[in-house]
């Protein structure tokens, strides 16, 4: 009876080291055998809008213009401060000062800091990561985005292009064709158009434009004037703002600027298009597409918008910040 209880314990035992055995080992191996379930995702940050290839560019979606506005009561981050830095395009700037005003009243962790310079800057400086954030009113070159491959560009707000004179000019309308031939230096007088006079004045016309940075002047020089170069003659201004303020108080000029920019101070002059339509650089026309000198404003990040520059960018496309895009007379995306 003794020698078979042994033998039974005996038994137990090695059953036991067997069992135990294979549990250490199956707890401690590294194979593909551990549930996936156990292990934790990834944290990935969602984008602002699905990126669209067109040529080289990685556009975002208007789509995006769907996304919830940013409430006032979800405070970018838990009491640490952060900061962006914005600039570029004068034609975007006013759009981007009073969105950030607005955000920043929301958000008072968040510090957004914006300056102009012109579309040319503005690519350059996000370009070189001395911004988050930069605004252009051009399209981006191919030169550039082969230089800077990151680049994801997210329209915001639609324009458009308004020539402009001084009200005491009597010019009804204006052809590009004439435009053409003024910023060529062709055309130096106001009586050689059909029209147009500016009485008490030798009718000298006066060429303002803009300077190289600008992306007002890039779009203008590329619709007007194709491959050609301005009159040496043009006086260049840093700022939509510097040509309205030259045209308004130099009575035979003539200058471009936003239509967001127009003012009672000068006169917006309608286009003669397609030798059978005048068309007037309203919000209406450019909104829906007929008057003939409009293009996107954008917004360009290093990489899909994340953090807080996504999070401000998300507030521009969203109904609140297409209201400012509204109010600053210019034309939304949807």
Wanted: with cysteine; aromatic share 6%.
């Amino acid at each position: 009876m003794s020698a078979k209880w042994n033998s039974f314990v005996k038994i137990t035992l090695c059953l036991a080291a067997v069992l135990l055995f294979a549990c250490v080992a199956g707890c401690t191996g590294n194979g593909t055998s551990a549930p996936a379930a156990t292990q934790a995702p990834a944290a990935t940050q969602a984008p602002v809008a699905s990126p669209t290839a067109i040529g080289t560019v990685q556009y975002n979606t208007p789509a995006a213009t769907t996304a919830a506005p940013v409430t006032s009561t979800a405070p970018v981050s838990s009491g640490q401060k952060q900061t962006i830095k914005i600039s570029g395009s004068t034609t975007l700037l006013p759009i981007v000062q009073n969105a950030s005003e607005q955000y920043m009243a929301a958000h008072p962790d968040a510090d957004i800091q914006v300056s102009g310079g012109g579309s040319g800057v503005g690519i350059q400086a996000i370009g070189a990561g001395t911004v988050d954030i930069g605004m252009t009113s051009r399209e981006v070159t191919a030169d550039e985005m082969k230089k800077y491959p990151s680049f994801v560009i997210t329209p915001v707000a639609q324009d458009g292009v308004a020539i402009i004179v001084n009200p005491a000019n009597t010019i009804p309308y204006i052809t590009f064709d004439q435009a053409k031939n003024i910023y060529l230096g062709k055309t130096t007088k106001w009586t050689e158009i059909s029209g147009a006079s500016v009485p008490g004045t030798n009718n000298q016309i006066v060429v303002v434009g803009r300077d190289s940075a600008s992306g007002t002047r890039t779009y203008f020089d590329q619709t007007i004037l194709g491959t050609a170069t301005p009159t040496k003659q043009m006086l260049e201004k840093n700022s939509n703002g510097a040509v309205l303020q030259t045209v308004a108080q130099t009575p035979g000029s003539i200058g471009y600027v936003s239509i967001g920019f127009v003012s009672k101070d000068v006169r917006a002059l309608p286009i003669w298009y397609n030798a059978n339509q005048i068309i007037s650089p309203t919000v209406d026309n450019v909104r829906t597409k007929t008057y003939p000198f409009s293009r996107n404003l954008y917004v360009i990040t290093n990489g899909q918008p994340a953090g807080l520059s996504g999070d401000f960018i998300k507030y521009i496309l969203s109904p609140d910040g297409q209201d400012i895009v509204n109010a600053e007379g210019y034309v939304t995306l949807s």
